[in-house]
């Protein structure tokens, strides 16, 4: 089994800057990629970034350039650090690790106010 926990939610003005983390517990492989996605309400679910174990990375346009994922695959966590936010930004943030399977967390709310 495997558990998701995100932190680093919350409220912050346009321009302003966010840093979310998630840690993985349970069976974890050693390849894998961990990942953002994000879901605003009446939009579907999309990815923002993901980072595989080997470093690779992956970002939506939408963010490219304002946002920066790493990973410490010691601890099994993973990091958004966000930056320049939009108000466009504000949704929901889900955290994604795929081994096989995908798990997901419960999911962390980033409201951007403008």
């Known amino acids: 089994q495997v558990q998701l926990v995100e932190s680093g939610g919350g409220l912050v003005q346009a321009g302003g800057s966010l840093r979310l983390s998630c840690a993985a517990s349970?069976?974890?492989?050693?390849?894998?990629?961990m990942g953002w996605f994000r879901q605003a309400p009446g939009k579907q679910r999309e990815l923002v970034a993901r980072?595989?174990?080997?470093?690779?990375?992956d970002y939506a346009d939408s963010v490219k350039g304002r946002s920066t994922i790493s990973r410490d695959n010691a601890k099994n966590t993973v990091y958004l650090q966000m930056n320049s936010l939009k108000a466009e930004d504000t949704a929901v943030y889900y955290c994604?690790?795929?081994?096989?399977?995908?798990?997901w967390g419960q999911g962390t709310q980033v409201t951007v106010s403008s």
């Open positions: 980072i595989t174990s080997t470093g690779l990375t």
């Open positions: 994604n690790l795929h081994q096989w399977h995908d798990y």
């Open positions: 349970g069976t974890i492989f050693s390849i894998n990629a």
